[in-house]
């Protein structure tokens, strides 16, 4: 680095010229930029002067390499005994703040810099005092089991340090806030409680060395108070007992106090991994809003004690605590960090200017409110370390009386005026920025006169069984009645909202949410008054909420690679098989539910919808499989021969899904010439396949706590039921050309690979292709329909109206019709669409027909999407609620209801008159 002259910027104007002028008579090697800087330091701070005066020597060799300087003081405190390490400790402070505070007001270090050096004293004192007070115990056999090469790691005691000092951020004259904790793990037995005495000893003989004040002066003020339960328990405490306490009665406070943590000194390794023990503690898996209120509630409580409340006044101002200070920078940026960190790790970070910047990244807040504050920030801190430097004090008062001020703008070289108005401006701006994140308005405080006979039943429901969560209900309640009174069918829309409510096991944190983003109240009610099947889903799932305002909910779709690849990233980061399946449900929630309120909205149609829940779909199932074979694989060797795929069929095959729509899946693997699996538990091939078969099912299917993802449905495969659950490539396309029966050929034209093997997957593409090509000449097809359709006639009679799917010229007979058709033409095309153009292209249905068909699958494929938006099943009722007939009107463009039955009775009667036409004249077979 270059020297400290060619860096300065500014300087301190004198405010005592006495004390200016001997300064630089002690400096009388410096060059004129550098006496300036040293001759305003002095005038503006006796302690500074003071400093410059005891140290004038090492002070000319420091300015010409100032972090050379300071690497060198922290080197040397190494090595010593408790008995020299005490002055030396002392001299090294003195020496790093006097550089640090000439480096600042000379403006040659940014302040990470300043906040640094001082941080890196800090820990450099603390590792070798632990080092010196450790040793002797470890010489006189206090700590079992350990030797001499325990002494750099403290004997397993790892101390943590917390605040600013943890974010690297410790301010000019501050205290340094510790925890102190062993691994207990490093003693065995009744060697525990021996080595607890000791290092509590230890511990306490520590915060001397380190914060007593003698003749030399003191090094840091220590505080341990943070620990837990600091009035009962030791200084110094088992990692067992601390993350005991943190995981039964751990605070909103304590989770933000440990954003900053990090191990200082003794044991890192240890101190890393308990770092990372806190880590479900610290991040909650949901968006935590109910941290805003602890954090209000803490600010409120800090304001009472110290009586800071009430309008802004600059004479002995807190800038640390007071109105638009520090703290509120500092708040404000910690519990958004702890509301989304869980959610997004990228916000895990100590700092809070890179905490402001990566919640702008991240679009959790405003970029031109992280940059506001963060420029405000350092100002403050700029601010702060000048009213330390005076006098070397603890203080974060701005000056009392006008002198004070006078001296005050000196040391910043500013105009008095000028920096009174710029610190007002700045206060107030930080207030306004901050206040209305912790205690926003709210509309109204009047409950409206609606719907009393439903709300009666409210306070009994789980979701309301704490005071807590009754207290912040409570303030949404009016906001909440105003806007279902509101809707076009209010006693509809409160209806469902009770539905809702009554649904949700608990209420604390989804209030908050609601509390914090007024918006998501809004787009409830208006869930509840469209689409009961999705308010229903939401009280299962309230935690897909934290989506809406994560980021990206109202983006563009981003596609099947893109979710795949978002998917594995999310999976790769979990600990176990367990994690990554929750993990994957909780995605996969959100996702869905983003699609049902973009269809719902009107951002996109039915056909659009139906896309995007088979590429969810699609995506879940690709991210699983290599999951359930890694877990397989881990005790039973990885897949035998060449491996698997996974084929979709049925709707999720043709491309198209509804939100309620269970998977059609097959799955196929080639393990020809392999008898076993090689791990530490082989398995024969077939069995292998079978178990990760089962456990493909169980990750899809089985509920936990974040629920299920999907039914899935595997009687599509060779045999149906009597099958195996896994095929073997050569059984497959033997029971195919050989065994299948027409239906099962006609499923097939809707198969898809989507998962495992990719080389295995486009073999049996292959094969699907040239199997249909060669049944292409089939005569028994149209006969096997036939008798199909009247198998399904007899099961399922016809009832017109809003049956869908069930009946002639509905839309699982226009579906089997297409498939026949695909069948027919030889054509590979899967989706119902597709496979009607390919029978009008091969001559088998003529335009007149093709239009017919493809008109009625289109309109009874977007009213059952939206049937499935609605109810969270296919059937609608016969009066839907007044949003929810909107949506229908919407997909189909019909201008009433009564208007859409007849449209739908209409198009299923000319398909039928299609379908009818070409089996002219055909005999029953025997549906195979």
Known sequence: MTDLASRLRRAPRPYDSDMAAEARQHCGWADPATAELIGGTAGCSPYLAGLISREAGWLEAACADPEAAVAAELADLKGRDATALGPRLRQAK?????????????????????????????????????????????????LPGMGEADIESGAGMALFAMGKMGAFELNYSSDIDLICLYDETRYEGSDQHEARAV????????????????????????????????????????????????ESVGRTWERAAWIKARPCAGDLSAGAGFVETLRPFVWRRHLDFHAIRDAHDMRLKIRDHKGLGGALSLPGHDMKLGRGGIREIEFFTQTRQLISGGRDPSLRVRGTVEGLDRLAAAGWIERD??????????????????????????????????????????????????????????????????????????????????????????????????????????????????????????????????????????????????????????????????????????????????????????????????????????????????????????????????????????????????????????????????????????RHGPPPGRGLSVLAMGSLGAGRLGSSSDLDLIVIYDAQGVESSDGPRPLA?????????????????????????????????????????????????????????????????????????????????????????????????????????????EARPASGGWNLR?????????????????????????????????????????????????????????????????????TLPEEPAEGGARLLLRESGCEDLADLKRALDAAAARAEGVISEALKGVEPGEAR
């Open 806 to 874: 069930d009946g002639a010229g509905r839309l699982q007979d226009v579906e089997l019709f297409a498939q026949s058709l695909a069948l027919r033409a030889g054509s590979p095309a899967r989706e119902v669409q597709a496979q009607i153009a390919a029978g009008r292209e091969a001559g088998l249905i003529d335009e007149e027909a093709e239009a017919v068909l493809r008109e009625t699958a289109g309109l009874l494929r977007r009213v059952q999407c939206v049937a499935r938006l609605l109810t969270g099943g296919g």
């Open 685 to 793: 091939a077939r069995t292998w396949y079978a178990r990760f078969t089962q456990a493909l099912i169980t990750a899809l299917t089985a509920p936990m706590p974040d629920g299920k993802l999907y039914e899935v449905d595997m009687r599509l495969r060779p045999s149906g039921r009597q099958g195996p659950v896994a095929t073997a490539l050569p059984a497959f396309k033997s029971y195919q050309q050989d065994e299948a029966w027409t239906w099962e050929h006609l499923a097939l034209t809707r198969a898809r690979p989507v998962a495992g093997e990719q080389s295995l997957g486009a073999e049996i593409e292959a094969f699907r292709r040239e199997l249909i090509a060669a049944k292409a000449a089939g005569e028994t097809v149209l006969a096997d329909l036939a008798a199909m359709r009247a198998r399904l006639a």
């Open 199 to 246: 290092l509590v000893r230890v511990t306490r003989k520590l915060a001397a060395l380190i914060g007593d004040i003698t003749g030399e002066g003191y090094v840091f003020r220590t505080d341990l108070r943070l620990r837990p339960d600091a009035a009962v328990t030791p200084v110094c405490l088992s990692m067992a007992a601390a993350e005991q306490y943190y």
């Open 369 to 634: 409110t992280a940059e506001a504050l963060t420029r405000h920030y350092r100002f403050h801190r700029e601010v702060e370390h000048r009213v330390q430097m005076v006098g070397d004090q603890q203080t974060h008062m701005l000056p009392a009386s006008e002198e004070g001020f006078e001296r005050l703008a000196a040391f910043m070289d500013r105009d008095l005026d000028d920096l009174k108005s710029d610190l007002t401006e700045r206060l107030e701006q930080v207030h306004a920025l901050t206040e209305d994140f912790f205690a926003p308005g709210h509309s109204s405080s009047e409950v409206p006169d609606f719907g009393q006979e439903v709300t009666a039943r409210w306070p009994g429901y789980p979701a309301l069984r704490s005071d807590r969560a009754v207290e912040i209900f409570d303030r949404l309640r009016p906001e909440i009645l105003k806007t279902l009174s509101e809707a076009a069918r209010p006693e509809e829309a409160l209806a469902q909202f009770d539905a809702f409510l009554a649904g949700l096991p608990a209420g604390v944190q989804l209030f908050s949410l609601f509390e914090a983003n007024p918006q998501l109240t809004r787009l409830l009610v208006d869930i509840c008054a469209t689409a009961p099947g999705l308010a229903q889903y939401l009280s299962r799932n309230s935690g897909v909420l934290d989506a809406v305002i994560g980021g990206g909910f109202f983006a563009d779709w981003p596609g099947t690679e893109a979710l795949r690849s978002e998917l594995a990233d999310r999976l790769a980061r979990q600990p176990d098989h367990e994690a990554r399946l929750g993990a994957a449900r909780i995605w996969a929630k959100e996702i869905h539910f983003r699609i049902g309120v973009h269809h719902l909205r009107g951002l996109i149609d039915a056909e659009r919808a139906g896309r995007e829940y088979a590429e969810l779909a699609e995506a879940v199932v690709a991210a699983l499989v290599p999951v359930v074979i890694d877990e397989i694989s881990r």
């Open 94 to 142: 003195r020496r790093v703040a006097l550089i640090a505070a000439l480096a600042d007001l000379g403006g040659a270090w940014p302040l990470e810099e300043v906040t640094g050096s001082l941080t890196r004293l800090a820990d450099a004192a603390l590792q070798a005092g632990l080092e010196a007070l450790i040793a002797p115990e470890i010489a006189r056999g206090k």
